[in-house]
């Protein structure tokens, strides 16, 4: 029996707090795991490791602390997006003309094969990890001549093939194989065998993308750059705080993983960051981070989490103001208490573009979860129905 302090009861804590988590997400699941938390709980007064007073605390610390974060951070909704209209996309019988292009450092090992096994006529290519995924891009598009891409990986692959479609006129086929898949989540693209039918019958439709110019034109080499005006974007862009953060979390995750090092990297930017003077539309502020995702997204007073459409032609334009008074604190508070969006220091509006000039020198572009580039000046802008992707008409909201 533990002789030092036993307040609150830590397993009681825990227990508590799953089952409530699991009650929000599935009441039925909830009401299931309510009896093992309770035994959880009676159990430490039973074995004598915790006084009634311990237990009955960290049920309570443990259940405030399931509700509370719920409160802070939304509940991504897995109903797919609206997209745009229709679009001509040719049927490939067997994957037939397609050429699929696989990111070998995403997904599982066989994922390769189980595409050219449902698509047996496609050409399916993984890439070399140690070249210039743009690069090998753009020599397979122009060496194949396909009438549709296919691509596999993570958000900032389809990124890439996204640019190159967009500008070689190809409808796209998304096969995810990334750690969170945000655009293939939006758009309903999760499904194999539902993207195998889509391009089997050539059925597709339009969605949006994002550009951005970066101090007047497009960097050199940057995925997606090219005469409609600089690289592309599927989900989201920021300048600020994000782009350090994630420069950190690269730095950090090897030794302590993805999603550790990714709060550890956020807290401590945060916890150090100097506020960004930048003009917004030539509007002087000052900023901490500043969002710009490609269609609307929601919540609006937290974590952006998934969009209902895809189809908005605008712009989702967030940013932390730091030229109030004590705005870390407020800033804080707001998120603590989850009143962001009724917060002066928070501020959202949708535009179809966005020009922004910072003052204090050369700052990073991350876009889809990666640093991109850095520059002083970046022009944002929604490029409406730029891009066709296949996805079953039977998936439409």
């Given at each position: 029996t533990p002789r030092s302090s036993s307040f609150p009861s830590g397993h009681s804590a825990s227990a508590a707090a799953f089952a409530t988590g699991m009650a929000l997400e599935s009441p039925l699941t909830g009401a299931v795991l309510a009896p093992v938390a309770a035994a959880v709980a009676y159990s430490r007064v039973h074995t004598g490791v915790h006084w009634p007073a311990d237990v009955v605390t960290g049920v309570a610390l443990g259940t405030a602390v399931a509700l509370a974060t719920r409160r802070w951070w939304a509940v991504r909704t897995e109903e797919p997006a609206r997209l745009g209209p229709p679009a001509p996309a040719p049927?490939?019988?067997?994957?037939?003309?397609?050429?699929?292009?696989?990111?070998?450092?995403?997904?599982r090992d066989d994922d390769a094969d189980v595409i050219a096994a449902a698509l047996p006529r496609a050409?399916?290519?993984?890439?070399?990890?140690?070249?210039?995924?743009?690069?090998?891009?753009?020599?397979?598009?122009?060496?194949?001549?396909?009438?549709?891409?296919?691509?596999?990986?993570?958000?900032?692959?389809?990124?890439?093939?996204?640019?190159?479609?967009?500008?070689?006129?190809?409808?796209l086929a998304v096969f995810p194989?990334?750690?969170?898949?945000?655009f293939a989540r939006d758009a309903g693209l999760l499904d194999l065998e539902q993207t195998v039918r889509a391009i089997e019958h050539g059925q597709a439709q339009r969605v949006d993308l994002g550009r951005v110019q970066v101090d007047g034109s497009g960097p050199d080499g940057a995925d997606g750059s090219g005469p409609d005006g600089g690289p592309v974007f599927v989900n989201t862009a920021s300048v600020g705080g994000y782009p350090d953060s994630v420069r950190l979390r690269e730095r950090w995750e090897p030794r302590i993983g993805k999603w550790p090092a990714a709060a550890a990297a956020l807290a401590a930017v945060l916890a150090t960051a100097s506020p960004l003077r930048v003009s917004l539309d030539g509007v002087p502020t000052a900023v901490w981070l500043l969002f710009v995702g490609n269609g609307r997204y929601a919540?609006?007073?937290?974590?952006?989490?998934?969009?209902?459409?895809?189809?908005?032609?605008?712009?989702?334009?967030?940013?932390?103001?730091?030229?109030?008074?004590?705005?870390?604190?407020?800033?804080?508070?707001?998120?603590?208490?989850?009143?962001?969006?009724?917060?002066?220091?928070?501020?959202?509006?949708?535009?179809?573009?966005?020009?922004?000039?910072?003052?204090?020198?050369?700052?990073?572009?991350?876009?889809?979860?990666?640093?991109?580039?850095?520059?002083?000046?970046?022009?944002f802008r929604s490029a409406p129905g730029a891009l066709t992707v296949y996805r079953p008409v039977d998936q439409e909201p």
């Open positions: 049927a490939l019988p067997e994957g037939r003309d397609l050429l699929v292009l696989v990111n070998p450092g995403a997904g050409r399916v290519i993984v890439l070399d990890p140690d070249q210039e995924f743009t690069v090998q891009l753009d020599r397979h598009v122009a060496e194949h001549a396909p009438a549709a891409l296919g691509v596999h990986g993570g958000d900032g692959t389809v990124r890439a093939a996204a640019g190159a479609a967009a500008s070689h006129g190809l409808p194989g990334g750690t969170l898949n945000h919540p609006d007073d937290r974590v952006p989490m998934s969009r209902p459409r895809l189809d908005t032609g605008t712009l989702d334009v967030r940013y932390l103001r730091a030229d109030l008074h004590w705005s870390r604190t407020r800033l804080l508070a707001a998120a603590v208490t989850g009143s962001l969006a009724g917060s002066p220091i928070h501020v959202r509006r949708d535009a179809p573009a966005l020009s922004v000039r910072v003052r204090d020198g050369r700052v990073a572009l991350a876009t889809d979860g990666e640093v991109l580039a850095e520059g002083t000046r970046f022009e």
